[in-house]
């Protein structure tokens, strides 16, 4: 073989036992022992056929053929479609992605404090000891001093004669007389605006009184009639005994016979509240229009009552013995669980409906409405009302938990109980504290020691503060009624303590009020709480100040882990002031530290608020949050300036 004095250097192994082109270590050489000249030109080795061993040409023609090209196209998609879904994955994360929260995005329910006013307890403007809505009217700056920027109103709607409850209704668009007139209504509507407060109604939509023009002509089988189906009639199961083994609340059958119409009808409550049939399309279309009148006049919101009895199961199955029940007569309401009578999934469709309605008008008159309902159940309950299945319900559902302190609570089970529905609260929903109402024993009831410190959680808490009239100067149950749930004669429902004079203040001298005065008022009344800085009344003051600073309006909030009798969190937001809260709820000194619970928590806070009480602190002192110390039943808010750590 000619010897060209190249030695061309393959990739492939080499194999010293063989030689030449038997070794395919060596191309064209067969002697590797060869001299290499550099001084010649190496040549260019090029294939002819770079591509698989097909030219150019050959790689066109197949590159043509159909399924190469089908091939292709179903890269080209699988590219597109990967690139189109990256970018709706970008802007889905866009608009769903926690933004960082801005100030001032919170509406006005969101902001201020609500105020529940028992309207026949409040004030009288004339000499029939029977509160009325000008009574109110003319309290309006008073309430407005107190920091209240919501007024809620107990049931004002028509009333049959001589009935002793709120609950009778005859005609949802007219105004109880007792309590005044359709303008005088309007003027008070027009005034709470004017103070930059806002007024709600109770919404009402689960029964009426028997007396009710619909009742009566409910009872017409004919089958012209449109009211036919406005409550519930059936047959008996068997001759003499009702359609289901139904309950009142207040103990008996839930069902009554009517010689009229030969039928039973329900009523959950007393025989004389017959149950609305919300499954008619006429009863939803006249409870839509009822929202829709009081809307147009101006009311800001609607707070729905007995929220949970507004449907019942469509084929009237009895209902079981409840395993928790803890009695054995079964007459009794409580013998017995009410899956079938009370909050059934159907109710939730009703919150959804009303919360559009309340919508649209805000959205066509440019306000923003609030919608919510009291309950009784459980948390996950509670958390329905929120909405289901992709549907708004009510703005919240009532949070309860300081009607279920006892006199054997402790720090422990009142820090569960926060805990627990502050954890079970959905995201992007709004809390709300409720004090008291008009159903349920006064703080002081039980635990009048803890009268602040429930104060203190109620107003600085995330979310909507909700008190009753009185709760700004502690008044107590009326010891001169007994609780009767049949009565509108309630303890708690005991008139308002103005002053020291006769019937403190509530009505003029003259005049007999409707239920007893609390006795003791000449001690315990505004005029007294406001000349002692160190009231309960002053206190209250001070709360809904503090309250209207932008950290307790739309900061964040870190409840503390409870420790020694104490409750603690604190509040905070990116660039504003930022709060640390103790309350002692125990009946003994406990001190707390709060080191290492806020990143920039330093190691002074200045004292801005305390209970009032002779306690360990004062407004204005410097403390170091690492040792808290508390006399039983005081609280304190420290501040600090808060600035958020670079990322």
């Known amino acids: 073989m000619d010897k060209t004095g190249i030695y061309v250097v393959s990739h492939k192994p080499l194999d010293e036992s063989r030689s030449g082109v038997d070794n395919p270590t060596f191309d064209a050489i067969d002697d590797k022992h060869q001299e290499v000249h550099f001084n010649k030109e190496t040549p260019h080795y090029h294939s002819d056929k770079p591509y698989r061993g097909m030219g150019k040409d050959e790689l066109l023609t197949h590159s043509s053929k159909g399924i190469w090209k089908t091939l292709r196209y179903i890269c080209m998609i699988i590219v597109f479609l990967v690139w189109f879904g ?11 992605y926690p933004r960082c929260r801005e100030p001032g995005q919170q509406v006005w329910w969101q902001k201020k404090t609500a105020y529940r006013v028992y309207v026949r307890s409040f004030k009288d403007s004339g000499s029939d000891g029977i509160g009325d809505l000008n009574g109110i009217f003319n309290s309006l700056n008073y309430l407005k001093s107190l920091g ?35 303008d005088d ?15 709600i109604m109770d919404f009402i939509p689960g029964f009426t009184s028997i007396e009710h023009p619909w009742f009566d002509a409910s009872k017409d ?24 083994n139904w309950k009142s609340i207040y ?26 049939n919300l499954r008619s399309n006429e009863v939803k279309e006249e409870m839509e229009r009822i929202l829709l009148f009081w ?11 007995e929220s949970a009895m507004l449907i019942e199961d469509y084929d009237l199955r009895d209902e079981h013995p409840s395993n928790t029940s803890t009695t054995t007569d079964p007459d009794a309401y409580d013998y017995y669980d009410h899956k079938y009578t009370y909050a059934r999934p159907e109710n939730f469709d009703y919150f959804s409906r009303w919360r559009y309605v309340l919508n649209m008008h805000g959205n066509a008159t440019g306000r923003e409405m609030l919608l919510f309902a009291d309950v009784m159940g459980d948390l996950n309950m509670n958390m329905a009302y929120y909405g289901m299945n992709n549907r708004d319900g009510v703005n919240f559902p009532l949070n309860r938990p300081f009607q279920q302190v006892t006199k054997t609570s402790d720090a422990k089970s009142i820090y569960t109980l926060l805990r627990n529905w502050l954890d079970s609260l959905p995201a992007d929903r709004w809390s709300n504290w409720l004090g008291g109402d008009e159903n349920v024993p006064r703080f002081s009831k039980s635990r009048a020691e803890l009268n602040r410190p429930l104060l203190f959680l109620t107003m600085l808490l995330p979310g909507t503060p909700m008190v009753y009239y009185g709760d700004e100067i502690g008044m107590v149950d009326s010891s001169h009624l007994p609780s009767n749930d049949w009565s509108r004669d309630q303890p708690m429902r005991a008139p308002m303590q103005w002053d020291n004079s006769s019937n403190a203040g509530f009505c003029n001298q003259s005049c007999t009020t409707w239920l007893p005065v609390n ?37 964040y909030h870190q409840l503390l ?59 204005d002192d410097e403390l170091s949050p690492s040792h808290i110390t508390l006399l039983p039943y005081e609280g304190i808010v420290g501040s600090w300036k808060y600035v958020a750590k670079e990322l």
Do not use: C
């Not at 209504?185 to 007024?199: D, S």
């Not at 009639?225 to 068997?238: T, V």
């Not at 420790?563 to 125990?586: E, H, L, S």
């Open 86 to 96: 990256l970018i709706i994955t970008v802007i889905a994360l866009v608009l769903v």
């Open 148 to 182: 209240v920027g919501i007024l809620s109103l107990s049931p004002i709607y028509q009333q049959a004669a001589n009935k002793n409850s709120d609950y009778h209704i005859i005609n949802h668009k007219e105004i109880n007389p007792e309590y005044g007139t359709m």
């Open 185 to 199: 209504f309007k003027a008070l509507v027009n005034a709470t605006h004017e103070r930059g407060m806002y007024l």
């Open 221 to 244: 089988s004919s089958r012209n009639n449109s009211k036919r189906n406005f409550y519930l009639w059936a047959d008996g199961a068997a001759p003499g005994s009702p359609p289901s």
């Open 251 to 276: 103990d008996g059958s839930a069902w009554t016979f009517d010689n009229t119409t030969n039928k039973y009808y329900l009523h959950q409550r007393e025989a004389e509240q017959p149950d609305l």
């Open 295 to 305: 809307l147009d006049l101006g009311v800001d919101g609607f707070y729905i009552r």
């Open 519 to 555: 006795s003791g008022y000449e001690n315990n009344s505004v005029q007294t709480h406001a000349q002692d800085g160190k009231s309960i009344f002053n206190l209250f003051k001070n709360l809904t100040t503090l309250r209207e600073k932008p950290t307790f309006q739309f900061g």
């Open 561 to 619: 882990p409870q420790g020694d009798g104490i409750i603690a969190f604190v509040r905070y937001f990116d660039g504003k002031t930022g709060y640390i809260v103790a309350v002692n709820v125990a009946n003994k000194t406990a001190s707390y530290d709060f080191s290492g619970t806020h990143e920039s928590l330093p190691d002074s806070v200045s004292v801005v608020l305390t209970t009032n009480t002779a306690g360990t602190y004062s407004v």
